[in-house]
């Protein structure tokens, strides 16, 4: 029995292995990954065949002459069968995008949504419409979803998936997994987080950096080596919150001149001039039925599968998201139309502009001087309105902290925008099976 | 050869592993060590009588009976013999404390300079001059200094020892560690991050805090797990330079409303209507001359070095202080002054402590929103005003944080005070011993 045992974990730390060089390494002949790995190569024969039954891994159809013995072909992580979903609920929009084993995004799906008017229970039975239909669709496409992660934009137990705090939802102590109903296992985490990791996984390829996400709210993310740094509760990154002016407008978190309040996505549409949208109230939650009807529903699906052996998973580099920072993905019709405003030079929203990417610098001059981050990339609506704000925070950065250090962090603009935290989600999944493929091989 | 090296290689290990065992449990018997360990009983005998023979290790003269075969007698970190040195630049004062190696303080010597008027050359001086007569000191009472750390307050190449910049000494790109002359290692860093580090080594035993070093000027250190979080280029933890109020009293650093300006030292003095000493000329720098012969110089030493075996190394809960909190250690007449002015309810002096809470509270609570840590703890002059303060402080961040977090770190009082960043600088090398005794063996 002890023995059965000790067999079944060697074997799941062998299959992380071998799985873990061939997504590190894009494609590799069984002898090589013998040689790498210290195995036998009839281990290595044996454990990449369980791979490949399992869909986790596929014969590129390359042969390579190896150094002795036969030639061999060389196997890579298959995008074909194993998905993970990862959604979002946001305080305007719900989001759902399924990534395969080599971090392409096979589906996405975003829908506009006033979740401040609706109920946990309302917005968790349309997340759920949106996300089923989803997986049905990737399941057509010859995919199986093993597993996912749903973001939302406040202070999250990752223990029980319980939100603390949202308060831009105006929700607290939601116990949001738990009200939930997915068939596989799913988690809850901070929006802010994920995008970072999306950022991370899907984005430039920085593995220090710390990444802004814009929205209604504003979180960051700061990852360090590689590592999402989540704070000793995990309640670290909250951006949003971070003084810019101790006597300034109150904020719903109950402080007084935070960040949000300047570069959030209301204030910053109040002070361009432009009220954040009044959705009309038969839009502002809709049904499971209305949904299935496709209302209000932006989808998109890529095709192909196997298109993907440059995406290389494992060095964050890839991504298949294609449109990021334009200004169609996933941000609301307020910041569309500040978009059009800035493109016609309207001095309300240009001065808007300013003012928020002010805030943001003073905000991230004291991140800087406390985390000291590798760069600093801006996502959310921060990506589409980069070339209005980027120039003013590197400046008041640079006020702030040029004469302290020799090197300001760069300010960066994400190639992701709001697609990040859902990315992140979906991609959370992907690591966990390629760190633990026994675990879905057993299941 | 290659054998030859394997061999030192795995002696080294196994010293490590050895001393690492006697250091975590207090004393231990061989026996007790090669059953922990899984060496052999030779192998362990044999190490033990090296570590013995170098001074790190000492019989207690305590028997104990094995589980099976013989009794043995229990050994432990011996205090006796090795120790290192930590030494201090500060704006208005110089410090240098010896450690032993079960992390008894056995020394300690502070010398109120102002600083600020001396060129990073005279301040060396009398720095090495104040070091070498502790040295000295030291190796009178039988101890071996094998190495040291000097903490300056500002950034630091720690490759090089530079210091990027101080802006309260007014120095920039000054390449300290090549203008010492010490007969041991010698290495430069942080002071704001060593205090942290002497927290964690000789404080109230948190794995998880942020500690706040009031001086002139105000740094931080996160200790995350057990370790020092440095960020990217090794700046982080700059406190003293987070915004307060951005519109607020320019800084030294080039920004303007930091919280430096607000709860520095000297601006608290200000506030308090007691302006920062002005140190008569002769006193401003001290030659070394002047200095050996106890001009301005306060010291104590603390002889019987074998009394520390309740200072069980390894826990961070040792500390050979003894008065930490006092008014009495390290900081200069201004703070003294004020503690008088407090403690006979001088209005402008509470007010100026209830404005310096405030504004810690303020950028705390920004500090709070992006590295969560675990608790809170105030040294440096905090730590003797933290009556004063400690209110406010709290009050401040509950007030700002309580609606978005269940639980707001508690804000705690250093016993260490102005202390912990020469504790840290001479904690560090004693870290580095027991994490690798055969560099010290084979020297």
Not at 138 to 159: C, E, Y
Not at 204 to 232: K, M, N, Q, T, Y
Not at 253 to 273: I, K, P, T, V
Request: a negative charge.
């Amino acid at each position: 029995m002890t023995q059965a045992i000790r067999h079944d974990a060697m074997r799941a730390r062998n299959l992380a292995l071998v799985l873990g060089e061939v997504s590190t390494r894009g494609s590799v002949t069984r002898a090589a990954l013998a040689e790498i790995t210290g195995l036998a190569k009839t281990t290595v024969s044996k454990l990449v065949g369980d791979l490949i039954e399992a869909g986790l891994v596929i014969e590129t159809g390359i042969v390579r002459a190896g150094e002795r013995g036969r030639p061999g072909m060389e196997v890579r992580v298959s995008g074909r069968r194993i998905a993970a979903i990862g959604l979002e609920i946001n305080v305007d929009y719900l989001a759902a995008h399924v990534v395969d084993l080599t971090r392409s995004v096979r589906l996405r799906r975003t829908q506009p949504v006033d979740n401040r008017m609706g109920s946990p229970g309302d917005v968790i039975t349309i997340l759920q419409d949106l996300a089923l239909s989803v997986v049905d669709e990737a399941v057509d496409t010859g995919l199986r979803v093993v597993g996912g992660v749903l973001a939302v934009p406040g202070t999250v137990d990752l223990a029980t998936g319980t939100v603390h705090s949202a308060p831009n939802l105006g929700w607290r102590d939601v116990p949001l997994l738990s009200m939930l109903r997915m068939p596989f296992p799913m988690r809850v985490d901070n929006e802010a987080n994920l995008a970072a990791l999306g950022e991370l996984w899907f984005g430039a390829g920085h593995p220090d950096f710390l990444h802004v996400s814009g929205e209604i709210g504003v979180g960051a993310g700061l990852i360090v080596r590689g590592e999402l740094f989540r704070g000793f509760r995990g309640f670290a990154g909250e951006l949003g919150h971070v003084v810019v002016s101790p006597g300034g407008p109150p904020c719903r978190c109950g402080g007084h001149g935070c960040l949000e309040r300047y570069a959030g996505q209301d204030a910053l549409l109040s002070a361009a001039g432009l009220a954040p949208p009044e959705t009309a109230p038969e839009e502002r939650l809709l049904t499971g039925a209305e949904r299935s009807a496709g209302h209000g529903t932006e989808h998109s699906a890529e095709h192909g599968a196997e298109h993907g052996t440059e995406h290389s998973a494992g060095h964050g580099t890839g991504h298949g998201t294609g449109h990021g920072t334009g200004h169609s993905a996933g941000h609301g019709t307020g910041v569309t139309e500040l978009l059009r405003e800035l493109d016609a030079g309207n001095r309300d929203a240009l001065a808007a502009c300013e003012r928020a990417g002010w805030a943001l610098g003073i905000a991230l001059s004291s991140a800087v001087n406390l985390v000291d981050p590798g760069t600093i990339v801006l996502g959310g609506i921060y990506a589409p309105l980069f070339p209005w704000i980027g120039g003013v925070v590197t400046e008041t950065l640079t006020a702030r902290l040029g004469q302290m250090r020799e090197v300001v962090p760069s300010v960066e603009v994400s190639r992701l925008g709001t697609e990040a935290a859902t990315l992140g989600a979906a991609g959370q999944v992907i690591q966990q099976v390629i760190a633990d493929p026994a675990a879905l091989l057993n299941a």
